[in-house]
């Protein structure tokens, strides 16, 4: 196994240059810290794809998240380019959750293998992207379970007839400074519906039809608004 960067190099040196700071806020399952940035490794990749697909994404990435990243302009976005943003999310959300103890971590364990051997987020999976414009530190990470919100429904012996109690898989919802993206993966085995859209935010994973013009809405998130982007409600997502 080799160690691999949470955070891109290419990445961390863009917002050296750019900024004055690197600070990180990190919040799971309500729990907040903050640390002066995040040059965190996790030895959980093996040397051919740490230097292989793995180097070969964020080489991918780096020239169409530059821009995004430092709110340089209003362009649009090819299918090309909005596939390879939802697999480098994907990736980033997989390496952010090796941050914690095995004990702590959340994702469901067969995205891992899938992710390595298709190379696309697992169609249990949806993403979203959207700009942030408020006043956080230049990378926060809101992280945890995604717990079904509709109460389960018992009969007299205790067995739940109808909803679903427990996590029902994982979410996390990051920002690199200009932007945000939003990853939720389902333990169920069906590929999501209906999943809802966000005033700002832009489904990219399952592909969306068409281009995507950024920012999305010509609009940008403030604090506010991303923390409620970070903690909606997500029984929509599950077929009924």
């Known amino acids: 196994m080799t160690r691999e960067d949470v955070w891109p190099v290419w990445l961390l040196e863009l917002m050296e240059q750019r900024l004055t ?5 990190v919040s799971r399952d309500g ?9 965190t490794r996790v030895r959980q990749v093996c040397k051919s794809c740490n230097n292989g697909w793995m180097s070969l994404l964020e080489a991918e990435t780096k020239p169409i998240l530059s821009p995004m990243i430092m709110g340089d302009g209003v362009f ?5 380019e909005v596939k ?3 697999r480098w999310a ?10 914690f103890p095995s004990h702590r971590r959340v994702i469901p364990p067969f995205a891992y293998p899938g992710f390595r051997r298709y190379g696309t987020p697992p169609k249990q999976c949806v993403v979203w992207i959207a700009a942030y414009g408020g006043n956080k530190p230049s990378f926060t990470i809101h992280s945890g379970s995604a717990a079904e919100v509709a109460p389960a429904v018992f009969n007299n012996d205790g067995v739940v007839i109808s909803g679903r109690t427990g996590p029902i898989g994982a979410r996390c919802t990051f920002s690199v400074y200009r932007v945000v993206f939003q990853v939720i993966i389902m333990n169920t085995p069906l590929p999501l519906r209906g999943a809802t859209d966000h005033i700002g935010a832009q489904k990219i994973w399952p592909l969306p039809r068409g281009p995507v013009q950024w920012p999305v809405g010509n ?14 409600h ?6 009924r």
């Open 90 to 99: 994907m990736k980033t959300y997989l390496m952010i959750d090796l941050i």
């Open 76 to 80: 649009t976005l090819s299918e090309r």
């Open 31 to 39: 729990v907040e810290r903050t640390a002066p940035n995040l040059k």
């Open 21 to 25: 700071t690197t600070e990180v806020v």
């Open 234 to 239: 997500i029984d929509v997502f599950i077929p």
């Open 219 to 232: 609009m940008a998130f403030d604090d506010d608004v991303l923390l409620s982007f970070a903690n909606r």
């Open 84 to 86: 390879i943003l939802a």
